[in-house]
């Protein structure tokens, strides 16, 4: 990476927004994404040993993150992901925290009863993954305990309009500033959702959540990532301990929201 002021990258080199980095032009950024949320779950984790329920698919290791943490964790994966492991996954003899597997659909709760755990972590996009993202909400908020809570991490509408921009859908992105509900297609043929602070406010509201806050994923843009790293390796903490500590923010900055809601 050059001295000089680095330059801010596209859209494409954002596109694996699935933030293990592997075979990224940006593998810097996502090493230091990666490093950002374990710091942001591990703030956000209750204090005291809890039931929790990560329904983010079984690809990202919040699930053992939280058993490691003291916690009781059930750990739904999707079926048709059940065979590849998450990448940074404990496993083998050192794996002192196990959590329970569950092979089910994330976005439908049934076989859960009411009220039946203290926390939910929904992260790895999973919530714009499901396009019919009101119905899990509202399975959250009837899963969770009065009081429980629930981290989610959704694509920004910063990142859907950007995808939008970069493969002239000029007509859908006209619609935007109207649209209640803004479906993004990818290169690659899925279809995911994208949400303004507004709008995952609403969400939240509707089910009967109370949000504690909304903020982006990172505040520190991948240029300024890249390039502080690619000029001090060893930068990554200080980098990391910058971004817990910025002002939070629930404008719709940066790909990726990130937020918390409490049960009322």
Do not use: K
């Not at 090493?31 to 929790?52: C, H, I, K, M, N």
């Not at 002192?96 to 203290?118: I, K, N, Q, R």
């Not at 297609?185 to 949000?211: C, K, M, N, Y």
């Amino acid at each position: 990476m050059p001295s000089a002021q680095p330059s801010e990258p596209t859209i494409a080199s954002l596109r694996d927004t699935s933030g293990d980095g592997s075979g990224d032009s940006l593998a810097r950024y996502w090493t230091f994404y990666e490093a950002v949320a374990d710091a942001q779950l591990a703030r956000w984790l209750p204090r005291r040993p809890s039931r929790v329920l990560d329904i983010s698919g079984g690809q990202g290791h919040s699930a053992a993150r939280a058993a490691a943490a003291g916690h009781t964790v059930l750990e739904v994966r999707d079926p048709e992901r059940r065979g590849r492991p998450a990448p940074g996954r404990p496993g083998g003899a050192g794996r002192t925290a196990p959590t329970v597997p569950v092979v089910a659909d994330s976005g439908t709760l049934s076989y859960l009863a009411d009220a039946c755990v203290d926390a939910v972590i929904a992260e790895n996009r999973v919530l714009s993954r499901h396009l019919a993202t009101e119905a899990t909400i509202s399975e959250i908020a009837r899963v969770l305990r009065p009081g429980g809570r629930v981290l989610l991490c959704v694509d920004s509408l910063t990142l859907g309009m950007a995808l939008l921009a970069e493969r002239n859908y000029w007509a859908h992105l006209s619609d935007v500033p109207s649209a209640e509900v803004v479906l993004v297609p990818w290169p690659d043929g899925t279809i995911t959702r994208s949400f303004s602070s507004h709008q995952l406010r609403e969400l939240l509201a509707d089910a009967g959540l109370e949000v504690e806050w909304i903020r982006p994923r990172t505040v520190l843009s991948p240029s300024t990532v890249e390039h502080v790293l690619g000029e001090s390796p060893r930068a990554l903490q200080r980098l990391v301990r910058t971004e817990m500590g910025a002002r939070q923010t629930d404008e719709s900055l940066g790909i990726h929201l990130l937020a918390s809601a409490r049960l009322r």
